[in-house]
C-alpha cells in the first residue's frame, strides 16, 4: 500500500468537487494526511469591448471567502487553502509537483464526446500529467423518476447472512 501523507484537491465548488473532497477528507483521516485544498481562477479578462473592468482584489478575497469555508472539521490543523490564477490543469500539475502530494482527488463533471473534445477535461489532462496517483470522483447521477417502492416493480433480493464455522 502506498503511504499517503498529502492529498491534493482541486476544487471549483461544484458538486462533484463536494463529493471529491468528502472521499479525499475519508482518506485524510484513513492515512492521518494532510489536505491540500487548490482553487484555481481563470485570470481576469482584459480588454475586449463587453468586458467590464473587475477590481482583482475584489475576485481574489471572494475566492479567498469561498474557500475558507471549505474546511472539514475533523481535519482542523491538517488543511491547506491555495489560490492560483491561470489554466486549471497546470497548475493542479504544478501544485502536485510543489507539494509533494501522493495523491490527487478531484471531480470530473462528466463531460462527453463533444463537451470534452471543444473544452477539453482538465481530469484527463491531470491524470496524463500527474507524478502521483489521480483519483477522479463524479456526483451521482440523479434520476429523474423516482426509485420504485419495496414491494412495487422488480422483486429485490434479500439479503443473505453467512455464518463462518
Known amino acids: 500500500m502506498l503511504p499517503i501523507k498529502t492529498i491534493l484537491v482541486p476544487t471549483d465548488f461544484s458538486e462533484s468537487s463536494e463529493h471529491a473532497l468528502r472521499m479525499a477528507c475519508a482518506l485524510a483521516r484513513d492515512y492521518e494526511a494532510r489536505l491540500v485544498l487548490l ?67 478531484m471531480g470530473s463533471h462528466g463531460r462527453r464526446m463533444l463537451g470534452r473534445l471543444l473544452l477539453g477535461s482538465v481530469a484527463e489532462m491531470v491524470m496524463r500529467g500527474s507524478p502521483c496517483p489521480v483519483l477522479v470522483v463524479r456526483a451521482p447521477i440523479r434520476s429523474a423518476t423516482p426509485a420504485p417502492a419495496q414491494g412495487e416493480g422488480e422483486a429485490r433480493p434479500e439479503p443473505v447472512a453467512t455464518a463462518a464455522t
Not at 94 to 105: F, H, P, T, W
Open 39 to 105: 482553487h484555481v481562477a481563470p485570470p481576469p479578462i482584459v480588454g475586449g469591448t463587453l468586458a467590464v473592468p473587475v477590481d482583482p482584489r475584489y475576485y481574489r478575497e471572494a475566492l479567498d471567502e469561498a474557500l475558507a469555508k471549505v474546511e472539514p472539521a475533523e481535519l482542523r490543523g491538517r488543511v491547506e487553502r491555495h489560490l492560483r490564477e491561470g489554466d486549471a490543469a497546470a497548475e493542479v500539475l504544478r501544485m502536485a509537483e510543489e507539494k509533494e502530494c501522493d495523491l490527487i482527488v
